[in-house]
């Protein structure tokens, strides 16, 4: 079996100009880290808001950017999630 390699040219790009690290950092808002965790702690949005005591469509709402996190909802969060509040304002 004979393999041939073809060289190909390096083209250096910075980081910020890449595709996938302009859609991650577009994720990276206080709704965006609440899906992830969400999301990372395999709980879906209804599930969330009964250990919050508020409605699946406030959870979204906050998702998506309608509601803003208050700093109260931000350190529940934070506590749930064992992550700093920070993340959540």
């Known amino acids: 079996m004979h393999i041939e390699f073809e ?5 250096l790009m910075e980081v910020q ?3 996938w690290y302009k859609e991650s950092k577009a994720e990276e808002t206080p709704g ?7 999301r990372l702690a395999h709980m879906n949005q209804t ?10 469509q406030f959870v979204s709402n906050m998702e998506n950017g309608i509601k803003p996190i208050s700093r109260a909802m931000a350190l529940k969060l934070g506590s749930l999630f064992d992550v700093p509040a920070g993340r959540f304002i």
């Not at 060289?7 to 083209?11: A, S």
């Not at 965006?32 to 969400?38: A, D, E, K, P």
């Not at 599930?47 to 699946?56: D, R, T």
């Open 7 to 11: 060289e190909e040219e390096d083209t």
């Open 32 to 38: 965006g880290n609440l899906r992830f965790y969400r």
């Open 47 to 56: 599930e969330l808001g009964s250990k919050l005591g508020i409605s699946k």
């Open 17 to 19: 100009e890449m595709a």
